[in-house]
């Protein structure tokens, strides 16, 4: 028996590998683009654009697996801090990012 296949059958189904919806918002009214960046995406500045509410506040829907997840918004070119995140800590450049766990 193939012990490598076997636990990769049998984790396809687990909580750890079950996307969730997770909805963002930031408020930034005055914000020309805002886009979500985080350690589920690579950082990766285009890959989670915002879109913008009449009320000014920005959002945007991903699917996040299971556990804590480093990310931040970018608003015009700029790291910004989540108030609303679970908490603070650094990324892998020492830079400050916000924390949410997906449960």
């Keep these: 028996m193939n012990t490598t296949l076997t636990n990769s ?5 687990s909580a750890r590998n079950m996307a969730k919806p997770v909805t963002f918002y930031c408020s ?6 805002v886009s979500l960046v985080g350690d589920f995406n690579g ?3 285009v890959a989670n654009p915002m879109r913008r509410q009449a009320d000014g506040r ?3 829907q991903v699917q996040l ?5 480093r ?6 070119g700029k790291l910004t801090l989540d108030p609303g995140g679970l908490g603070i ?3 892998d450049r020492n830079e400050r990012v916000s924390l949410i766990e997906v449960s």
């Design 71 to 76: 990310y931040c918004f970018l608003v015009d």
């Design 58 to 60: 920005w959002f945007i």
């Design 89 to 91: 800590t650094r990324n």
């Design 9 to 13: 059958t049998d984790n396809r189904y």
């Design 43 to 45: 950082w990766n500045p």
């Design 65 to 69: 697996t299971h556990g804590h997840h």
């Design 28 to 33: 930034a009214p005055t914000g020309k683009s």
